[in-house]
């Protein structure tokens, strides 16, 4: 894969902090030209699937470095005709007061929409490796959506919180994490008094947002970090909110715990009850830069990105740089696909049901319908029943990201039926516009004649760069009947199946 | 446990002659020519969701303040089914089961309690699932009760009525989660015929990849289901299940137990018990509905499965009760200590069980119903009596707690 001439999914790592090249790092960016295997490889783990149109983009851009340094600047993809879809779901973004004055206490409409405009930006938007972080930094800071907790204020977390700083520094996300309503109510800390503080948030900001339960704190650091945390709270019609300020932060000194406090090494000594919000924000920064810290999350993205048991040494690298570029996400992740193991792990990672289905679904080419009463509650509410709705996991720690977590009859049976959903184009009355003419869209105007060029043309779209052994190509083509001449049912009723088998495959569900 | 537990567990035989031929998942086939049909135990863990109102269920009608306190929605006594015991009836929508009550099929815990007091839907629901407070456990009791006693099979552990994993078997035990039995296919095999399976399994042949084994998994359930549905379309002894959700889900329920192999574990979901508004008393109302779908689903299930129904324990599980307190909407709102409720065999039947702590405003638990029993008292000894899991395994599988004997297990 590392071949000097063959180039290698492999990114350069300029702009990191360190200036010596690793021995072994790929040299490839003095041949600049586009490895169709390296390209798929990064495309298919950096997006939610590859297309041919940004298998276009890279090739037309000249290196993977560039269509890497594009992705990490979003703000540079024109993302215009995602944005058109978006407009139909303006709680999506809306502050809670905007949605506290829109719908009814309690209404799921806000979450909803939330849910959908991720999902639609995981299908449409050119800036996918940030909706990947997105959804990344949303698994590990997870506020289950829809929960009926945060009905007016997930919105918002998911614009300033999650969305904000997903490629920022770990740092600033954490922090705003730790003053996000959402955040405060899902986890019970805006109920949370120095009396008796609940202890909720306080062992999920060490266990699960920050350190990790394996870095030997102990019940009273917990009980420390949540004392530092209460006061934090949330203003709500019945505790003097007003339509301005309902579901936004409120400090309450009045509860904020006060006296010396000590988390892992971090103390204070607390003492000013309306000093509370600056005494956790200093706990807050303090776990975001803890090496334990830096190696979850370097551990986590490499689970991510590279495979389910991602060798140490990855990991203690990419610590080191989260470390020494403060906590900023880009430098990591550009070491992080830099790096030979990067490169070295191509069919390591499964798709999961939402990644699975959302790239069949870009590969399909379903588009969005331009009427904004048509919704993606049904691809939604699919995704639920396969165990993966958008943001929907139920616990604080996010979902499983390795294959081992997927594994149940109901989701692989399932997945194969979503396929076949998909491919048929049944769910019309949605969001989601299907090809009209599916063996156009797959083969090209001039159609393959025999029964084998035709899965091979099949394979070589929907599985790319694979190479799929004899048997299973014979299987396909046995599928139609026997090799030779298409049959009249090849590109009709039985082209449907046909192409569903091909993403059923195993390589085909493969990351 | 020991490996010998799982091997005896494992069964693997069926009482459905059709589901013999069908293929078993191969990791296992070495349990395969075994003829010894499965007549192990079966618990059916019956979720209500969204808050059950076990003072209407179970309405404590020797309690001077429960009528006091629910002056439009008490169960009046003299509407109140019997129980044998003067302190409680049994709301008059469980006529169905009454028949189970008095053959000692059928018995109540009252008063049971949760450590959780959040009162929160979320996370009460998460709490009574993970069944692990203070701690850092991620997965549901079910899935650890599997963890050490499970049968490895496929249908070790079925759940029905929603695929979307529920959070009483979160984790890694492999869990066969299907809208129902008959949903349990593949789409477009009936148009495009056998091959299309056929097909999928050459092409999850030769190939080394993680998607392998849950795709033969798959193949291999959707051959047993297929057969197990051929061979069982209709309900046995005359039994009638109510039209809806649940109905369809217990008389799955039954099918599984009669022709599924290594079944040990069952999670229906059915919820909507969230009654603010509307609960309504004896004769009317919301509670009267919905229940009475519970009583049929369930005395249709123990009439389906005849003398196979000692083989089965199902028991409710809802994440809090309801405030003693009627509101002025004619509900009730979230509260706490609640009842539970146990049907099948090996039970102390015919009685209401626990400790009845009573309605004074001074026994109350913040305005609630106290729970006197730990509904974690009630798994273990179910776990213990029933499922044949040692004490120290089932009391392992509910971090810090010291189990206490309860009695609703003979």
């Known amino acids: ?511 | 446990m020991t490996v010998s537990r799982r091997c005896f567990l494992q069964g693997v035989g069926v009482a459905a002659g059709a589901v013999m031929a069908s293929p078993l998942l191969s990791v296992r086939a070495s349990y395969a020519d075994t003829t010894v049909p499965y007549t192990g135990p079966v618990m059916v863990v019956l979720s209500l969701r969204g808050g059950f109102d076990g003072l209407s269920v179970v309405p404590p009608i020797g309690d001077p303040d429960y009528a006091v306190a629910r002056p439009t929605i008490a169960i009046p006594a003299s509407r109140a089914l019997s129980t044998g015991d003067r302190r409680f009836g049994l709301h008059p929508a469980l006529a169905p089961l009454k028949p189970l009550w008095e053959s000692g099929q059928m018995a109540a815990v009252h008063a049971v309690g949760t450590p959780d007091l959040s009162r929160s839907h979320f996370q009460a629901t998460e709490e009574l699932e993970r069944a692990a407070p203070g701690t850092s456990l991620r997965t549901g009791w079910l899935d650890r009760v599997l963890r050490i006693a499970g049968s490895g099979t496929p249908f070790q552990a079925v759940q029905l009525g929603d695929t979307a994993p529920s959070g009483l078997l979160a984790g890694p035990e492999p869990v066969l989660a299907a809208d129902s039995l008959d949903a349990f296919s593949l789409s477009g095999s009936s148009w495009i015929g056998p091959r299309f399976a056929t097909t999928l399994r050459a092409l999850h042949h030769d190939v080394t990849s993680p998607a392998i084994a849950p795709a033969t998994i798959t193949l291999d359930a959707l051959d047993t289901v297929a057969a197990l549905v051929a061979a069982d379309r209709t309900p046995k002894n005359g039994a009638v299940y109510p039209t809806g959700g649940l109905g369809d889900a217990m008389a799955d329920v039954a099918r599984l137990v009669r022709g599924a192999s290594g079944l040990q574990a069952v999670s229906v979901d059915f919820g909507d018990w969230d009654m603010h508004t509307d609960l309504g008393a004896a004769g009317d109302g919301r509670m009267l509905t919905h229940l009475g779908e519970v009583a049929q689903s369930l005395a249709a299930f123990a009439q389906d499965l005849g003398s196979l129904f000692t083989n089965v324990t199902v028991v409710t599980l809802s994440e809090f009760g309801r405030r003693v307190q009627e509101n002025g909407s004619g509900g009730v709102d979230h509260g706490h200590g609640n009842v539970l409720l146990a049907l099948g065999g090996g039970l102390n039947g015919g009685l209401v069980h626990g400790t009845w702590p009573g309605l004074a405003a001074d026994k109350l638990d913040d305005g609630d119903l106290a729970g006197t029993t730990d509904y974690r008292d009630v798994l273990v000894e179910l776990l213990v009596k029933r499922q044949g899991l040692s004490t120290s395994a089932a009391a392992g599988v509910f971090p810090g707690l010291n189990p206490t004997a309860v009695g609703l297990f003979r």
């Open chain 1, 1 to 511: 894969m590392t071949g000097l001439n063959t180039g290698s999914a492999g990114v350069e790592t300029s702009g990191m902090t360190t200036t010596r090249r690793r021995p072994h790092a790929p040299a490839w960016s003095l041949v600049p030209r586009v490895n169709a295997v390296a390209a798929r490889h990064l495309l298919s783990r950096t997006t939610y699937g590859a297309t041919p149109e940004s298998l276009t983009d890279v090739v037309r851009m000249g290196s993977l470095r560039a269509w890497l340094d594009r992705q990490l600047t979003p703000a540079s993809i024109d993302d215009t005709a995602c944005e058109a879809v978006l407009a139909r779901w303006p709680l999506a973004t809306a502050t809670a007061p905007t949605v506290e004055a829109t719908v009814d206490q309690g209404n799921w409409d806000a979450m909803q929409q939330v849910v959908q405009a991720t999902l639609a930006r995981a299908l449409w938007s050119k800036r996918q490796l940030f909706e990947v972080m997105c959804e990344f930094w949303s698994n590990h800071l997870n506020i289950t959506c829809p929960s009926s907790e945060v009905w007016s204020t997930k919105s918002w977390d998911d614009r300033t919180v999650i969305r904000q700083h997903a490629l920022g520094t770990f740092e600033d996300l954490l922090l705003a994490s730790s003053t996000s309503p959402a955040m405060l109510l899902y986890l019970g800390n805006a109920e949370s008094d120095g009396d008796a503080p609940n202890e909720n948030y306080g062992r999920e900001l060490l266990e699960l947002h920050t350190v990790g339960v394996d870095a030997g704190y102990t019940h009273t650091d917990i009980v420390n970090a949540a004392r530092v945390l209460t006061g934090l709270s949330v203003w709500n019609r019945w505790n003097g909110g007003t339509p301005g300020n309902q579901g936004t932060l409120r400090y309450r000194s009045e509860w904020h715990y006060v006296g010396p406090v000590q988390v892992m090494g971090w103390s204070h000594a607390n003492g000013d009850a309306t000093q509370g919000q600056a005494v956790a924000e200093s706990m807050v920064r303090f776990l975001a830069r803890r090496p334990e810290t830096a190696q979850r999350i370097a551990a986590k993205l490499a689970v991510r990105f590279v495979s389910d048991t991602p060798p140490q040494a990855l990991v203690d690298r990419l610590a080191q740089v989260y470390l020494a570029g403060g906590t900023a996400v880009v430098p990591v992740l550009r070491a992080l696909f830099g790096s030979a193991e990067f490169t070295a792990s191509v069919g390591q990672k499964q798709r999961r049901p939402y990644e699975d289905i959302v790239g069949v679904a870009r590969s399909l080419g379903i588009s969005a319908h331009p009427d904004p009463t048509r919704d993606l509650g049904d691809l939604a509410w699919t995704l639920g029943q396969l165990g993966q709705a958008p943001l929907g996991w139920g616990l604080p720690d996010g979902y499983p990201d390795v294959a081992g977590g997927w594994t149940g009859a109901g989701g692989t049976l399932g997945r194969w039926n979503t396929h076949l959903g998909l491919v048929g184009g049944w769910w019309d009355t949605g969001a989601m516009v299907f090809q009209k003419d599916l063996p156009t869209y797959l083969l090209g105007a001039s159609k393959p004649t025999t029964r084998g060029a035709l899965v091979d043309a099949l394979l070589a779209r929907l599985v790319p760069g694979v190479a799929v052994p004899a048997p299973h190509r014979a299987a396909l083509i046995a599928f139609l009947g026997a090799d030779g001449p298409l049959g009249q049912g090849d590109l009709q009723w039985d082209f449907e199946p046909l192409v569903t088998l091909v993403l059923d495959m195993p390589q085909g569900s493969a990351r």
